[in-house]
């Protein structure tokens, strides 16, 4: 069976960065440079759905939503920065 993925921009610039792959099931976050609840509402609030997040580095512009994903309880993947 063969599942289809979706890649969605949620946000991209100097403003903040962040894109979803969901396989309709789970969610990956790379980026999470917006406020949790912008996340939230991309993903119809059901945070429950991500499987984690990659952050490239510590800029607030990729990493802002981290700590409060993290307190969440997602898995959150990224250098010792």
Same mark, same amino acid.
């Given at each position: 069976?063969?599942?289809?993925?979706?890649?969605?921009?949620i946000a991209? *610039?100097?403003?903040? @960065?962040?894109? %979803?792959?969901?396989? #309709?099931?789970?969610?990956?976050? /790379?980026?999470? *440079?917006?406020?949790? @609840?912008?996340? %939230?509402?991309?993903? #119809?609030?059901?945070?429950?759905? /991500?499987?984690?997040?990659?952050?490239?580095?510590?800029? %607030?512009?990729?990493?802002?939503?981290?700590?409060?994903? /993290?307190?969440?309880?997602?898995?959150?993947?990224?250098?010792?920065?």
């Open positions: 069976m063969c599942h289809k993925l979706k890649i969605d921009i991209s *610039g100097s403003k903040g @960065n962040c894109y %979803q792959i969901d396989d #309709g099931k789970t969610v990956l976050l /790379i980026e999470a *440079g917006i406020p949790v @609840n912008h996340i %939230q509402v991309k993903l #119809g609030f059901s945070l429950f759905r /991500i499987a984690g997040v990659l952050l490239s580095h510590e800029h %607030q512009d990729h990493a802002k939503a981290a700590k409060r994903l /993290i307190q969440y309880g997602v898995d959150a993947y990224m250098s010792a920065g």
